[in-house]
């Protein structure tokens, strides 16, 4: 089945505590992005990358990091969490950047992060 | 989650009746335009979208109007249906650009 696979679905930790999102796609896609959504706010998106090793900020990328080692994974990195991080986290995927034709997103389930 | 639906505008509909649900965008270069349908407790599912050379586009059940003069953007959905309860978002990606901004969404609750 063609999905985006997000873990942990929901999480828990402290402030400054080091964590990783993990986000696989099986679509071959080329285009990954991560969003945060938040009540009142919408999604808002935090990184994305066009390819393997290319990456790039996108509307609140303050206190996260990515990497793009593999087509299919993209981690969303907080290295050191704070309350205001805590939010509803989506992976998605494209099969190209959605600038370049009529490619929408495939989104995983999301994670529900708590910062305490 | 139930979350996603607080502090959003809200359409009720009853069942079987027509939901027409809007999105004012913001960027007069954005040219490709989607629509997109969050479940409670789910991730955003696309519906259909359109190209800014369009003004129409129909999917099964499903409508997208576009009116670039004033920058507006709107769902129909036909005989609406229990299951088409959930959060709508609309998307737009200006031309050549990598971002895709989302809008703040609507929350369509369709009353049996």
């Known amino acids: 089945e063609a999905q985006v696979t997000q873990n942990p679905r929901y999480l828990i930790t402290v402030t400054g505590k080091k964590l990783t999102v993990t986000c696989s796609q099986n679509m071959n896609h080329e285009y990954m992005s991560w969003y945060r959504q938040d009540p009142g706010l919408g999604l808002r998106q935090i990184y994305y990358s066009m390819n393997v090793e290319v990456t790039d900020k996108g509307d609140v990328p303050e206190g996260y990091k990515v990497s793009r080692k593999e087509k299919r994974n993209f981690p969303l990195i907080l290295e050191s969490p704070s309350p205001n991080q805590t939010s509803l986290y989506f992976c998605?995927?494209?099969?190209?950047?959605?600038?370049?034709?009529?490619?929408?997103?495939?989104f995983g389930s999301g994670t529900r992060l708590t910062v305490v | 989650g139930e979350s996603v639906g607080l502090h959003l505008p809200t359409l009720s509909v009853q069942e079987g009746d027509n939901s027409i649900i809007n999105c004012a965008y913001s960027?007069?270069?954005?040219?490709?335009f989607i629509w997109y349908k969050q479940e409670s407790g789910k991730g955003p599912q696309f519906i259909i979208d359109?190209?800014?050379?369009?003004d129409k586009r129909q999917g099964q059940r499903v409508t997208v109007l576009l009116n670039k003069t004033v920058k507006h953007l709107s769902l129909q959905i036909a005989a609406t249906q229990p299951g088409d309860s959930a959060v709508y978002f609309c998307a737009e990606t200006p031309g050549g650009y990598q971002k895709v901004t989302f809008g703040t969404g609507t929350k369509l609750q369709v009353i049996p």
């Open positions: 960027n007069s270069a954005s040219d490709y």
């Open positions: 998605a995927s494209s099969l190209l950047s959605p600038g370049t034709g009529d490619y929408g997103y495939t």
């Open positions: 359109i190209r800014s050379n369009m």
